[in-house]
Protein backbone atom coordinates (compact mmCIF):
# COMPACT_ATOMS: atom_id res chain seq x y z
CA UNK A 1 0.00 0.00 0.00
CA UNK A 2 2.84 2.66 1.18
CA UNK A 3 4.21 2.37 -2.72
CA UNK A 4 1.26 4.26 -3.83
CA UNK A 5 2.14 7.25 -1.87
CA UNK A 6 4.41 9.97 -2.84
CA UNK A 7 6.47 11.95 -0.74
CA UNK A 8 4.09 14.92 -0.20
CA UNK A 9 1.49 11.97 1.12
CA UNK A 10 3.80 10.28 3.64
CA UNK A 11 5.31 14.10 4.59
CA UNK A 12 2.30 16.35 4.12
CA UNK A 13 -0.64 13.22 5.46
CA UNK A 14 0.59 10.41 6.95
CA UNK A 15 2.88 11.59 9.32
CA UNK A 16 1.15 14.64 10.95
CA UNK A 17 -2.17 12.39 10.86
CA UNK A 18 -0.27 9.65 12.97
CA UNK A 19 1.84 11.60 15.45
CA UNK A 20 -2.16 13.25 15.89
CA UNK A 21 -3.33 10.14 16.45
CA UNK A 22 -1.02 8.96 18.84
CA UNK A 23 -0.54 12.07 20.79
CA UNK A 24 -4.60 11.67 21.36
CA UNK A 25 -4.00 7.68 22.84
CA UNK A 26 -1.97 9.28 24.78
CA UNK A 27 -3.38 12.30 26.34
CA UNK A 28 -6.93 10.26 26.21
CA UNK A 29 -6.61 6.95 27.31
CA UNK A 30 -9.76 6.05 28.12
CA UNK A 31 -11.68 6.08 24.90
CA UNK A 32 -8.60 4.29 22.70
CA UNK A 33 -8.77 1.51 25.64
CA UNK A 34 -12.22 0.64 24.31
CA UNK A 35 -11.39 0.40 20.30
CA UNK A 36 -7.81 -1.14 21.35
CA UNK A 37 -10.10 -3.97 23.20
CA UNK A 38 -11.97 -4.82 19.75
CA UNK A 39 -10.65 -7.81 18.76
CA UNK A 40 -9.62 -7.23 14.88
CA UNK A 41 -7.58 -8.88 12.28
CA UNK A 42 -4.00 -7.53 12.27
CA UNK A 43 -4.07 -7.08 8.71
CA UNK A 44 -7.41 -5.75 9.08
CA UNK A 45 -6.22 -3.25 12.01
CA UNK A 46 -3.29 -1.87 9.70
CA UNK A 47 -5.70 -0.73 7.35
CA UNK A 48 -7.81 1.00 9.58
CA UNK A 49 -5.37 2.91 11.26
CA UNK A 50 -3.40 3.74 7.73
CA UNK A 51 -6.51 5.22 6.43
CA UNK A 52 -7.59 6.99 9.66
CA UNK A 53 -3.73 8.18 9.64
CA UNK A 54 -4.79 10.00 6.28
CA UNK A 55 -7.40 10.84 7.25
CA UNK A 56 -6.47 13.12 10.44
CA UNK A 57 -3.34 14.16 8.11
CA UNK A 58 -5.72 15.54 5.15
CA UNK A 59 -8.07 17.22 8.47
CA UNK A 60 -4.55 18.83 9.37
CA UNK A 61 -3.72 19.96 5.84
CA UNK A 62 -7.35 21.75 5.46
CA UNK A 63 -6.66 23.29 8.76
CA UNK A 64 -3.11 24.62 7.80
CA UNK A 65 -4.61 25.59 4.24
CA UNK A 66 -7.64 27.35 6.30
CA UNK A 67 -5.02 29.80 8.58
CA UNK A 68 -2.19 30.16 6.05
CA UNK A 69 -3.14 33.54 6.01
CA UNK A 70 -2.95 33.93 9.75
CA UNK A 71 0.63 32.46 9.52
CA UNK A 72 1.71 34.89 6.76
CA UNK A 73 1.07 38.11 8.86
CA UNK A 74 3.63 36.52 11.94
CA UNK A 75 5.96 36.04 8.96
CA UNK A 76 5.65 39.28 7.68
CA UNK A 77 3.65 38.65 4.55
CA UNK A 78 3.48 35.78 2.45
CA UNK A 79 7.12 35.01 1.41
CA UNK A 80 6.62 35.48 -2.54
CA UNK A 81 5.24 38.99 -2.18
CA UNK A 82 8.11 39.62 0.33
CA UNK A 83 10.93 38.28 -2.39
CA UNK A 84 9.43 40.39 -4.99
CA UNK A 85 9.39 43.43 -2.96
CA UNK A 86 12.20 46.20 -3.14
CA UNK A 87 13.86 44.17 -0.03
CA UNK A 88 13.74 40.51 -1.60
CA UNK A 89 13.84 37.99 0.87
CA UNK A 90 16.74 37.99 3.16
CA UNK A 91 19.25 35.55 3.46
CA UNK A 92 17.37 33.55 0.75
CA UNK A 93 16.99 36.11 -2.52
CA UNK A 94 18.80 39.32 -2.49
CA UNK A 95 17.45 42.45 -3.20
CA UNK A 96 19.55 42.90 -6.17
CA UNK A 97 18.46 39.51 -7.54
CA UNK A 98 14.52 39.83 -6.66
CA UNK A 99 14.21 43.02 -8.77
CA UNK A 100 16.19 41.48 -11.68
CA UNK A 101 13.74 38.33 -11.75
CA UNK A 102 10.78 40.24 -11.13
CA UNK A 103 11.86 43.05 -14.19
CA UNK A 104 11.94 39.80 -16.48
CA UNK A 105 8.41 38.30 -15.15
CA UNK A 106 6.75 42.20 -15.75
CA UNK A 107 7.98 42.29 -19.51
CA UNK A 108 6.37 38.58 -20.10
CA UNK A 109 3.41 39.36 -17.82
CA UNK A 110 2.49 42.68 -18.23
CA UNK A 111 3.53 45.80 -16.29
CA UNK A 112 0.55 45.92 -14.48
CA UNK A 113 0.45 42.90 -13.20
CA UNK A 114 0.24 41.98 -9.17
CA UNK A 115 3.27 40.79 -7.54
CA UNK A 116 1.07 37.83 -7.14
CA UNK A 117 -0.05 37.12 -10.28
CA UNK A 118 3.99 37.45 -11.32
CA UNK A 119 4.74 34.27 -8.63
CA UNK A 120 1.99 32.54 -10.26
CA UNK A 121 3.22 32.46 -13.75
CA UNK A 122 6.56 31.62 -12.18
CA UNK A 123 5.32 29.13 -10.45
CA UNK A 124 3.80 27.80 -13.65
CA UNK A 125 7.39 27.40 -15.33
CA UNK A 126 8.54 25.71 -12.62
CA UNK A 127 6.13 23.02 -11.96
CA UNK A 128 6.20 22.07 -15.87
CA UNK A 129 9.54 20.96 -15.03
CA UNK A 130 10.10 16.74 -14.72
CA UNK A 131 13.06 17.56 -12.77
CA UNK A 132 13.82 20.21 -10.41
CA UNK A 133 14.11 21.07 -6.68
CA UNK A 134 10.79 23.13 -6.33
CA UNK A 135 8.42 20.49 -6.12
CA UNK A 136 10.33 19.22 -3.48
CA UNK A 137 10.86 21.94 -1.31
CA UNK A 138 7.35 22.42 -1.72
CA UNK A 139 6.59 19.26 -0.31
CA UNK A 140 8.61 20.02 2.70
CA UNK A 141 7.11 23.53 2.86
CA UNK A 142 3.73 21.51 3.17
CA UNK A 143 5.01 19.54 5.80
CA UNK A 144 6.57 21.54 7.83
CA UNK A 145 3.28 23.64 8.03
CA UNK A 146 1.46 20.51 8.59
CA UNK A 147 3.67 20.10 11.51
CA UNK A 148 2.82 23.68 13.01
CA UNK A 149 -0.78 23.05 12.83
CA UNK A 150 0.05 19.49 14.39
CA UNK A 151 1.91 21.18 17.38
CA UNK A 152 -1.13 23.51 18.04
CA UNK A 153 -3.33 21.02 18.23
CA UNK A 154 -1.32 19.07 20.14
CA UNK A 155 -0.93 22.05 22.74
CA UNK A 156 -4.83 22.24 22.83
CA UNK A 157 -5.28 18.97 23.01
CA UNK A 158 -2.45 18.78 25.94
CA UNK A 159 -4.69 21.83 27.79
CA UNK A 160 -7.68 19.55 27.46
CA UNK A 161 -6.25 16.75 28.97
CA UNK A 162 -4.93 18.83 31.70
CA UNK A 163 -8.42 19.05 32.93
CA UNK A 164 -10.23 15.99 31.56
CA UNK A 165 -7.90 13.72 30.46
CA UNK A 166 -4.38 11.58 31.51
CA UNK A 167 -2.88 15.17 31.83
CA UNK A 168 -4.77 16.22 34.79
CA UNK A 169 -2.93 13.81 37.23
CA UNK A 170 0.45 15.58 36.69
CA UNK A 171 1.51 17.87 39.17
CA UNK A 172 1.49 22.02 38.78
CA UNK A 173 5.38 21.52 37.64
CA UNK A 174 5.10 18.93 35.66
CA UNK A 175 1.81 20.92 33.35
CA UNK A 176 4.26 24.20 33.34
CA UNK A 177 7.38 22.61 32.21
CA UNK A 178 5.28 20.35 29.36
CA UNK A 179 3.60 23.97 28.70
CA UNK A 180 7.52 25.51 27.81
CA UNK A 181 8.05 22.25 25.63
CA UNK A 182 5.15 22.89 23.83
CA UNK A 183 5.64 26.55 23.30
CA UNK A 184 9.41 25.80 22.62
CA UNK A 185 8.36 23.42 19.97
CA UNK A 186 5.99 25.96 18.55
CA UNK A 187 8.20 28.44 18.02
CA UNK A 188 10.91 26.42 16.30
CA UNK A 189 8.66 24.96 14.16
CA UNK A 190 7.14 28.45 13.08
CA UNK A 191 10.86 29.23 12.50
CA UNK A 192 11.61 26.15 10.19
CA UNK A 193 8.43 26.59 8.55
CA UNK A 194 9.30 30.23 7.75
CA UNK A 195 12.64 28.67 6.37
CA UNK A 196 11.13 26.08 4.17
CA UNK A 197 8.20 28.34 2.70
CA UNK A 198 11.04 30.95 1.82
CA UNK A 199 13.35 27.82 -0.18
CA UNK A 200 10.35 26.92 -1.71
CA UNK A 201 9.85 30.54 -3.30
CA UNK A 202 13.39 31.35 -3.49
CA UNK A 203 13.55 28.37 -5.80
CA UNK A 204 10.52 28.83 -8.30
CA UNK A 205 11.82 32.53 -9.01
CA UNK A 206 15.17 31.56 -9.70
CA UNK A 207 14.14 28.55 -11.78
CA UNK A 208 11.74 30.81 -13.87
CA UNK A 209 14.39 32.86 -14.43
CA UNK A 210 16.12 30.54 -15.69
CA UNK A 211 13.57 29.20 -18.23
CA UNK A 212 13.21 32.62 -19.27
CA UNK A 213 16.70 33.36 -20.62
CA UNK A 214 17.05 29.55 -22.38
CA UNK A 215 13.91 31.26 -24.10
CA UNK A 216 15.91 34.14 -25.73
CA UNK A 217 17.32 34.14 -29.52
CA UNK A 218 20.14 32.21 -29.46
CA UNK A 219 20.15 29.98 -26.11
CA UNK A 220 19.09 26.52 -26.08
Not at 1 to 20: A, E, Q, S
Not at 66 to 92: C, H, M, N
Not at 160 to 187: E, P
Request: overall charge neutral.
Amino acid sequence: MTDKFDMYDILGTIVPGTLLLAAAAALFTDPFQAISQAEFPEAFSVIVFTALAVFVGQLIQAVASLIEPSIYRTWGGRPSDVALGKDGLKGFLPADSAKRIRGKLTSVVGATSEIHSLFLYAMQLSDGQDVGRARRFNSMYAYHRALLVLVILAGLMLAASMIWGTAADLTNGQKSAFGVVVLLLLVLIWHRAKQRACYYVGEVLLTAERLLDNRQPGKE
